[in-house]
Every structure is written in structure tokens, then in C-alpha cells.
């Protein structure tokens, strides 16, 4: 089974393609990355790019599942309703390929891949080094973050 993780955002976007056959022990990242788009783009424009890279991964990976962040803001409303557009954008795009999505908030991520809700990011990244086969370098948390979000939707199958 193959499913697409996406830490939700307009400005970073972290995205990861996990899979895990019968009789394999780790899951395995196919692919990740942390998409960025330019502050001097409108907004519109920075939608459409982040759309059209999700549409690309799931052509690409074929992944059966979408594994996405719920949001969780507490100051920033504005950045806020921007991020529930993109999400909005991506559950759309996942719903139209046959995905079923999935959907977690941070405290479910944090005990799934933690064992602890109360983890911070240092904690969840330990862990995630630990629970998949990772063929390269990860240089953002939102790749990390990704990787989580698809490892919860696995681990509550």
C-alpha cells in the first residue's frame, strides 16, 4: 500500500510518498520533499503550483491513500485561512483520483509516531528516523512532518 502524506501549507509544503508491502518490517519513503513557493506570487498562483505538485505525486506514486494534517492555529488568522485554502485544494485534487483521505490532528501524529502527545518536533523526528527506510537527506521539517502524517494513517489502519 502506498499513501501520500501532506503537512499542509501555502508557503512550505511538506509532502511524502510511504509504502509498505506484506512481510516488510519499515515502511518505506518513495519520495520526499518540501515544495516552497514564492511570497512574491499571488496567492492564486502559489495555490495552483502547490495543486499541480500534488496531482504530479499522485499520477507519479499512484498512492490508494491521502494522509493529511488537520489545522491547528491559535494566532495567525489570516495565515490560517490560506493554509484551509490549500487543504482545501488538496482534499479536492485526492477526492477526484479515487483517494481515500485521511485526516489527523497534531496529537494523534505525535502518540502514533511518538507514543507521546505531548512530543515536540525533536521527539517525532527521532522517531521517524528510526521507524522508516529513508534513502536520503531530509533538510526541512516539513519533509519530517509529511513522513509522520503518512506513518499515522499505517499505524491506525
Keep these: 500500500m502506498k499513501i501520500l502524506g501532506i503537512d499542509p ?3 512550505r509544503l511538506g509532502v511524502a510518498v510511504l509504502e509498505k508491502n ?3 518490517r519499515k515502511e518505506k519513503v518513495l519520495y ?3 515544495f516552497k513557493t514564492s511570497a512574491k506570487l ?3 498562483e502559489r495555490l495552483h503550483t502547490l495543486g499541480a ?3 504530479r505525486l ?3 506514486y499512484q498512492p490508494e491513500q491521502l494522509s493529511i494534517e ?3 492555529f491559535q494566532n495567525n488568522q489570516k495565515t490560517a485561512m490560506r493554509v484551509a485554502e490549500v487543504r482545501g485544494a488538496i482534499l479536492y485534487i485526492a477526492k477526484k483520483a479515487g483517494l481515500v483521505v485521511r485526516e489527523f490532528n497534531p496529537i494523534q501524529v505525535k502518540v502514533a509516531v511518538a507514543g507521546y502527545g505531548q512530543g515536540d518536533k525533536r521527539a517525532v523526528t527521532a522517531m521517524v ?3 522508516v527506510t529513508i534513502e536520503k537527506d531530509i533538510r526541512h521539517d516539513d519533509e519530517y512532518d509529511a513522513i509522520a502524517i503518512a506513518l499515522t494513517a499505517f499505524a491506525t489502519k
Design 53 to 55: 505538485e500534488v496531482e
Design 9 to 11: 501549507g501555502y508557503e
Design 32 to 34: 520526499s520533499d518540501c
Design 42 to 44: 499571488d496567492f492564486e
Design 22 to 24: 506484506i512481510g516488510d
Design 129 to 131: 528516523t528510526k521507524l
Design 70 to 72: 488537520t489545522l491547528f
Design 58 to 60: 499522485i499520477t507519479l
